[in-house]
């Protein structure tokens, strides 16, 4: 498979990480994972406004990372892989230094990374029609959960719990209010209101988050972006997960006890169809893949080998 | 410079690491960082110990890494190191699988990453003599803050807080305690007793802060493992940090202001005295690096290449 290494193209088997590099010394990093449905780049602007915001607040060498959006529909390109389900993966870090905790001077460029791998939707599609079991655990992650980096060891542990506990996603907890997931958003409904938790340093913007309270309001359905108390989850009507591959999955089971009846609910259905018909509706709007001409490619003259 | 990788010693330069380490994508993987004295690597079974602990709670494939200190040796012998100082930095990750948040099925080898650094201790020895500035600031950082990943985004954010304030180091506080600092313990003398946060999730079980606790016993300082309130630091005698490359370093100023009289103070330089002492001592204990004989290393034969 082609990747794309530091204004490159290449093989991915031959991108070398430094052992110096600061995403692996010390998670000084962000990343990005961008949903390619055939023919259609999801909402990549929105993904490199998020990555930008992160590198700013992390004052990364390089904070505008919209070059790399023309890149990723060309990696797609190169792999042959137009019509098929991808996803994209950017990570960025500080760049490679020796050793030091503070930032390094002289500034070193940022390591840019992205590839592209195939996605078989069937698993994610089936959860969407069945709902997943999920669990709570506590919130141990730091307190800025808004930036997107590499620091996800926490939400590894806590994916694998969930899995040992034969759940799909474990959500976080913080001070009694269920945050979001170890790679999903969370909502709940209540007297027919979407709630979910206000965006803050605690809880990551989520593209698809974002999404779809877009589609509650075209839709009527009334959103509120409040607290959803752990004390009062068994008053919910459903649950479910938003993310990137995971689009909106309903929660059937929450530690082990059903939600409602167990089943998707009227809402979380609702949204699915609002979700698949816009997908749809936008794939026949940028039929973007049109071959490009020989030579060509995505990389200004600058940035080429 | 000769580093380990995965069981083999190697120009360091020609260490890849792959874009699909878990240490890089997720950073889950751990560090250690030992400092080898002239003839004296510096307690190197604690450092073990403490990777051997974050590597059960991780789960990794590997959760003894005693065979790591042979080799630690080794590699400052086959770099001529043996009368300098050297800094030994230890990185072990889950491995490398396909991009996702659980424990990869089948378990993949760890990644086992060293290197030897020449370490001038010069700038740190001026340090004690004359103190530092540090500052505080708030404790952002997850909960599991004894096990040492490498997932420090906090640490490098404050500790390049902490340089453009014209300090040295920065001090987490978390609910109104002093915890540590970013690559550091923390200890206050209040009433000639040296007191520390105890050890608990939220501090690193640091190897140096251990052995100071043990010479401030030797030398019947009083010790006290019990919360530094930040509303009670201006009541303390003496500020100090301790650590592998910090060993005993008294806070002269902090957040501007001075600590007593700004200087070094007596506790400190009491246990400076004494720490250098115990190193002197021990490095006359353990001339270990006699020659080897030809063609011998500390690798196994199953290790071999």
């Not at 030091?100 to 390591?111: K, L």
Request: aromatic share 8%; charged share 20%.
């Amino acid at each position: 498979m082609i990747a794309y290494f530091n204004g490159r193209f290449m093989e991915k088997d031959e991108i070398r990480i430094s052992p110096d590099d600061r995403g692996f010394l010390f998670s000084d990093s962000l990343y990005e994972v961008i949903r390619y449905y055939p023919g259609l780049l999801f909402r990549p602007e929105a993904h490199i406004r998020r990555l930008n915001h992160g590198a700013a607040h992390l004052s990364l060498s390089c904070t505008d990372f919209s070059h790399l959006i023309p890149i990723a529909r060309d990696l797609i390109r190169q792999n042959h892989l137009e019509d098929q389900d991808v996803l994209v993966y950017i990570q960025v870090t500080r760049g490679t230094a020796p050793r030091n905790h503070p930032f390094p001077d002289p500034t070193p460029d940022s390591t840019v990374y992205m590839n592209v791998t195939c996605f078989d939707p069937a698993a994610k599609d089936r959860q969407r029609k069945t709902g997943i079991h999920a669990i709570t655990v506590p919130d141990i992650r730091w307190a800025r959960c808004d930036m997107k980096t590499t620091g996800l060891t926490a939400n590894v542990l806590a994916s694998q719990q969930a899995i040992e506990n034969g759940a799909r996603e474990a959500i976080f907890i913080r001070d009694g209010v269920l945050m979001e997931g170890t790679h999903s958003n969370f909502m709940a409904v209540f007297d027919n209101t979407v709630t979910t938790a206000p965006l803050s340093n605690y809880i990551l913007g989520g593209i698809t988050r974002e999404t779809v309270l877009g589609l509650c309001r075209d839709m009527d359905i009334r959103v509120a972006e409040r607290p959803v108390y752990e004390s009062r989850i068994h008053l919910a009507s459903e649950l479910m997960i938003t993310g990137t591959t995971t689009e909106i999955t309903p929660i059937g089971k929450l530690n082990g006890r059903a939600v409602g009846n167990g089943a998707p609910g009227p809402v979380a259905k609702a949204l699915q169809a609002a979700f698949s018909s816009k997908i749809q509706q936008l794939q026949k709007q940028h039929p973007w893949f049109s071959p490009m001409k020989k030579g060509e490619n995505s990389l200004k003259n600058s940035e080429k080998p």
